[in-house]
């Protein structure tokens, strides 16, 4: 099987169970069958033209055959012959190039029997998952084949397009023709016509014939021209010579005619043949272009997914950060409510109300400055969490904006490809744009995590040291 053939397997990377593998599959078989139908039918109109096409070529060969032997007078008009197997050779081509399409149709649709084939295997016994070299190989193999039936459809549109031309020039070659043998051709009957020129070779031979008569015929054996009879058939045959002479310069005039017309066809033919390795060398260089960017897009793709898993692994991070933060301020509380027993239980064995007031009161301004404390954490954690919001949607939304770019992407394949390549750089910008704020605001963010962290555990450290030095003076004392 041919690479191009290979890419009609080529799934989507979203998908992943088996039903929707079914649905796709169905999908795709849909559309490969409707455009065979079409290939088909094209294929169909393409024989028939050249049927009827072939039909002119033998029907003209053999009138010009007729032509030419008829009269050896107008030997020259080989040029038209020459124009008409040219055109026959153009045929033959054509014809050719019909089969070769012929062929690539029936390969697609032995690709499509293995298509179902394949799905009635997957039905009958489905796999849990499909592995990823495989999925890319169906990728590849899908995108060959969707460009080659491109190819081959731009191709039949072609060689409609030349064998319209060809069937213009048969028109105009039949015309010519009819010019040349006479203008009623259908009129006169085919079985008793032997063509008007002929009839002119017929009365040309006549006269030659009495030409020679009368120069051998002696002076004295001549009839005298007192004879009304003799003088009129003469006065007849010299009028009829006259007719001849000028029907024959007529006859050479078309044919100057029809030569100039061949000369005209020919260098249009060559004009033709120009455009047509112009044109050819133009799609080669689109086919380059949209090879290369097809590559772009995909190299776009790869990065875009790999800043949505780093932009993912650090969100999965700060959530980690959050959570130990959120241990931590918890185990401060455990500790503000064990200070708070421990110095209700000091004060009940303190026998001296001084200590028991001081302790009091300094306890409280230690209680009002880690309240403000937890106030301003608090906020500056709701601020984090905002934030962290934000990003999230952001992300959310540079998500979207990916798939909604990769179905355009998918969409998009067989529409004009630069309209496709600028939008898609202008959105790449944007996301890569979107996503160094996004990564900014990430390391703002963790930068801020790391500056509470480290000044909770410095808090935790002054708190539990002021405790123990209130132990130990309340111990001395």
Not at 233 to 243: A, C, D, G, H, R
Not at 451 to 464: A, H, W
């Amino acid at each position: 099987m041919d690479e191009n053939e290979k890419n009609i397997l080529e799934f989507p990377s979203n998908i992943i169970f088996p039903n929707e593998l079914n649905r796709y599959l169905k999908e795709q078989i849909i559309v490969l069958v409707q455009e065979n139908a079409l290939l088909q039918r094209n294929v169909e109109e393409t024989e028939q033209k050249r049927a009827e096409l072939e039909k002119l070529l033998t029907e003209n060969v053999k009138k010009q055959q007729d032509n030419t032997s008829v009269l050896p007078i107008f030997a020259q008009t080989s040029n038209v012959n020459a124009k008409v197997i040219e055109l026959s050779k153009n045929l033959r081509e054509k014809c050719s190039e019909l089969e070769k399409f012929k062929t690539r149709c029936s390969k697609l649709l032995t690709v499509i029997e293995d298509l179902k084939t394949k799905k009635e295997e997957h039905l009958a016994n489905p796999e849990p998952s499909i592995q990823n070299e495989e999925i890319e190989q169906l990728k590849r193999e899908n995108k060959q084949l969707q460009d080659k039936l491109v190819t081959s459809t731009s191709k039949i549109l072609q060689k409609k397009n030349e064998n319209f031309q060809l069937k213009n020039q048969l028109r105009h070659m039949e015309k010519q023709l009819q010019q040349e043998t006479g203008t009623d051709l259908q009129q006169i009957n085919s079985n008793t016509w032997k063509g008007r020129a002929q009839i002119i070779a017929d009365l040309q031979e006549k006269n030659r014939v009495l030409k020679e008569k009368l120069n051998k015929t002696p002076a004295a054996a001549m009839i005298p021209h007192g004879d009304p009879k003799v003088c009129s058939k003469i006065v007849f045959l010299e009028q009829e010579n006259l007719t001849l002479k000028e029907h024959n310069e007529n006859l050479k005039q078309k044919i100057d005619a029809s030569k100039s017309r061949s000369k005209m066809l020919e260098i249009e033919l060559e004009n033709l043949k120009g455009r047509l390795q112009e044109s050819a060398g133009r799609s080669q260089n689109d086919m380059e272009l949209i090879s290369s960017l097809t590559h772009q897009l995909r190299e776009s793709d790869q990065m875009k997914r790999c800043a949505i898993k780093d932009k993912d692994l650090t969100i999965d991070r700060l959530k980690l950060q959050l959570n130990d933060c959120q241990i931590q301020i918890e185990n401060y509380k455990l500790l503000m409510k064990k200070s708070r027993r421990n110095s209700v239980t000091d004060v009940g064995i303190e026998t001296e109300p001084v200590y028991f007031c001081e302790e009091r009161v300094a306890l409280l301004q230690l209680l009002e400055m880690y309240k403000n404390q937890l106030d301003q954490e608090r906020n500056e954690h709701g601020k984090t969490q905002r934030n962290f919001r934000i990003e999230r949607r952001k992300t959310v939304k540079l998500e979207a904006a990916i798939a909604k770019s990769t179905a355009d992407l998918d969409a998009t394949n067989r529409t004009s490809y630069t309209s496709l390549s600028q939008s898609s750089k202008m959105d790449d910008l944007n996301i890569k744009h979107q996503l160094e704020i996004a990564e900014e605001n990430i390391k703002v963010l963790s930068t801020r995590l790391q500056l509470e962290q480290n000044e909770r555990k410095r808090d935790f450290d002054e708190f539990s040291s002021i405790l123990t030095e209130k132990k130990k003076t309340n111990q001395a004392n």
